[in-house]
């Protein structure tokens, strides 16, 4: 690998770094969810509810207010 062109190593680091990001993020938007909620990250992205022919998500995780320590904390307590 190390006989690779800088550019194309470039893009394997890029790729790879794009796909752990994904991951790293559901992770912390699942914490970010248990501090409040039962709810897994899949469930709240497809549940919602119509009200006059529109549809609206029942949990918008954008607006989930919680602290850094609230959110480590819950990661704590994934570990035990």
């Not at 790729?15 to 559901?26: A, D, L, P, S, T």
Request: proline share 1%; charged share 20%; aromatic share 12%.
């Amino acid at each position: 690998m190390n006989n690779l062109p800088d550019d194309v190593m470039q893009q394997i680091y890029f790729y790879k770094h794009n796909m752990e990001y994904v991951n790293v993020m559901n992770e912390l938007l699942q914490a970010k969810i248990n501090v409040y909620y039962n709810l897994d990250l899949l469930q709240c992205r497809v549940m919602y509810f119509v009200k006059n022919n529109i549809k609206y998500l029942t949990l918008d995780v954008n607006n989930i207010n919680v602290s850094s320590k609230q959110i480590l904390n819950v990661i704590k307590n994934y570990k035990k």
